[in-house]
């Protein structure tokens, strides 16, 4: 390969298979080999259930992938094989976050969520109060966020050391972002609107803002923490100034199906 060609691998958790499987679960490394080309490879597992969640561990070289077997299952990027036994839970897996230092492994399942000690496979913390649909891990690993698979629940905020809340409920959404700093955090919601919260208050600094007709499915903050962008089940995305809550261009309407 000529040199200054990107090279990156990427995961994804689509059954991307050939026609003849089209709905088969499976885990698929993703080359990206410039910007106009990619290298579908062969899938590296086939699983009984569909996967729900993949993660990136720090370093690039693992990635962990959650699936509605129960299992959470960690790899090696370069082999594509399975790197030590699965993460077994009692019940499906819906989400997985790794911590910024690569140590733990937070999974939501119906029964709430658990933290994984990332090198000895075992239950370090259990997160009690229903059950978790998504995690996320603030970028200083102090808190975890959980939104529940409770339709209209409230997203909250656990201390990552000991599972206990750290702070009041923020509200009801579907989907939640930690700010690159780690001061803020954005909860997408179900009424098409976004919301952002000071950590350390709890206090709503930003909106509610609406701009979505239908449920905030997903929300992202750019890198340098200026930007949000939504994703939402009226097959919209948006990116807004994360201070003001001001629309920045036009809305992306080019999708068939709800954006996630």
């Known amino acids: 390969m000529a040199s200054g060609v990107l ?23 993703v080359t990206l080999v410039s910007s106009r080309h990619v290298d579908v490879n062969k899938p590296r597992r ?3 259930h569909g996967v729900r969640s993949v993660a990136y561990f720090p370093d690039g070289r693992h990635i962990a992938s959650a699936s509605l077997d129960k299992t959470v299952i960690i790899w090696d990027v370069e082999s594509g094989r399975q790197d030590g036994q699965p ?33 000895t496979r075992k239950v370090v913390q259990e997160i009690k109060g229903g059950g978790v649909y998504k995690v996320a891990y ?19 905020l656990w201390d990552a050391d000991t599972g206990r809340p750290g702070r009041e409920p923020l509200k009801s959404g579907f989907c939640v972002a930690f700010s690159p700093d780690g ?40 890198p340098d923490g200026r930007l949000l962008v939504t994703a939402s089940f009226d097959k919209s995305i948006r ?9 920045v261009g036009e809305p992306m309407l080019g999708h068939s199906v709800a954006a996630k």
């Not at 955090?185 to 600094?205: P, Q």
């Not at 990116?239 to 629309?247: P, Y």
């Open 87 to 119: 993460l077994q839970h009692d019940s499906r897996v819906e989400w997985i976050a790794i911590s910024p230092d690569g140590r733990r492994i937070a999974s939501g399942i119906d029964e709430g969520g658990m933290i994984w000690d990332a090198l």
């Open 46 to 48: 086939v699983f009984s």
């Open 183 to 222: 001061s803020q955090s954005a909860v997408g919601c179900y009424d098409g609107s976004f919301e952002v919260f000071d950590i350390m208050t709890g206090e709503s600094v930003v909106g509610p803002i609406k701009g979505h007709t239908d449920d905030v499915r997903s929300v992202v903050y750019s």
């Open 138 to 156: 603030s970028p200083d690993g102090r808190w975890i966020a959980t939104v529940p698979t409770a339709h209209e629940g409230l997203v909250r």
């Open 239 to 247: 990116v807004w100034d994360s201070k003001t809550g001001i629309e």
């Open 7 to 29: 090279r990156k691998n990427l995961y994804s958790a689509q059954p991307l298979l050939p026609s003849t499987s089209p709905r088969t679960p499976s885990l698929i490394l």
